[in-house]
């Protein structure tokens, strides 16, 4: 069963840890049935399809999602000295494959790290889930540490807020004024924030202690990547967003995503693709801040974060 901390253990188990992510599709053919897991077998309208398969068609076909965790996991492990895994949602490698793998490697005792920092039922809700399913069908013995979020977690806050000092002034020098900028996150439905999600208020206070570290005064939340459906999703979106700082005269903008720990398709579409083409549509130029990927402040966040669950769970034992 999978419990939020693991009880202290004695002998000699090693711990691993293991990366979710949402996954994503490696190449366009690949589209359709990336969708059906994503929604859970119930399949999309046609011009939704051929909309999102235009979406990727535009990053190159494919998701570079699934290297970027890979080299995350890989620089993990390094800094760790554990093994550390990835697990996907909704493609390959699935987390209940990865779950059997951790079952052969003899681990059985895991830190369980989702790659989205504010936790909503939406994303990490639906991990967990996954998570608890696969264990329960190929590895009920193995004690789980999960960690529900890690939005405000220092070195993850310096990672982001680094990126953003660094765009700023490079967009700053070449618009030769201040930039405003927009700090993103992915939307999710209202209804769910009406439910007492917490996801909202965790994205507002991951912004605010970007901006605070940062020393960043000009700047707006919204949210992006809004769902293709009827039901109303959270804002303001970032059009809207721009929509007023056209109004008030600016030219220039620059996007944070926080939400986000690598580049995928929300980055490299919604963002590089189509909202620097809306901005450019109403005359402002649109700058982005550099995804952390690689960045040795997020690969330094999530260690504190795994080591942190371990000395919980081991009481005064050194992991």
């Known amino acids: 069963m999978l419990a939020d901390s693991v009880q202290s253990h004695?002998?000699?188990?090693?711990?691993?840890?293991?990366l979710?992510?949402?996954?994503?599709?490696?190449k366009l053919e690949d589209i359709p049935e990336f969708l059906l897991n994503v929604c859970?077998?119930?399949?999309?309208?046609?011009?939704?399809v051929e909309e999102i398969t235009h979406r990727y068609a535009q990053i190159g076909g494919g998701s570079?999602?699934?290297?970027h965790t890979r080299g995350q996991a890989e620089a993990l492990a390094a800094r760790l000295n554990?093994?550390?895994?990835?697990?996907m949602r909704n493609w390959r490698p699935f987390i209940a494959d990865t779950v059997k793998e951790i079952s052969r490697d003899g681990v059985k005792r895991l830190v369980v790290l989702c790659l989205a920092p504010q936790n909503s039922r939406t994303s990490v809700g639906l991990y967990r889930s996954y998570l608890a399913n696969a264990l329960e069908q190929t590895a009920s013995f193995m004690a789980v540490a999960f960690v529900e979020s890690w939005h405000d977690q220092p070195q993850f806050i310096r990672a982001l807020a680094e990126k953003l000092c660094i765009a700023l002034d490079r967009a700053q020098a070449a618009a030769g004024t201040e930039v405003p900028v927009i700090l993103t996150a992915h939307s999710v439905p209202e209804k769910t924030i009406a439910a007492g999600d917490p996801y909202e208020l965790q994205v507002r206070q991951t912004m605010a202690r970007v901006v605070a570290a940062a020393g960043c005064a000009h700047w707006q939340a919204?949210?992006?990547s809004q769902g293709m459906t009827a039901e109303p999703w959270i804002g303001p979106s970032v059009e809207s967003v721009i929509d007023q700082l056209a109004e008030a005269g600016h030219r220039h903008v620059l996007i944070a995503p926080v939400g986000f720990v690598a580049d995928?398709?929300?980055?490299?579409y919604d963002i590089d693709i189509a909202f620097r083409g809306y901005a450019g549509q109403k005359g402002l130029t649109l700058w982005r801040t550099e995804s952390l990927n690689d960045s040795p402040l997020l690969?330094?966040?999530?260690?504190a974060v795994a080591e942190e669950q371990i000395r919980l769970a081991t009481g005064s034992r050194r992991p």
């Open 64 to 67: 570079p999602l699934l290297h």
């Open 222 to 224: 919204a949210f992006q």
């Open 299 to 303: 690969i330094e966040a999530l260690a």
């Open 82 to 87: 554990r093994p550390v895994y990835v697990g």
């Open 10 to 18: 004695e002998g000699p188990d090693r711990w691993g840890v293991l």
């Open 20 to 26: 979710l992510a949402h996954g994503a599709p490696d």
């Open 264 to 268: 995928h398709v929300e980055v490299l």
């Open 40 to 48: 859970g077998g119930r399949p999309l309208p046609a011009p939704v």
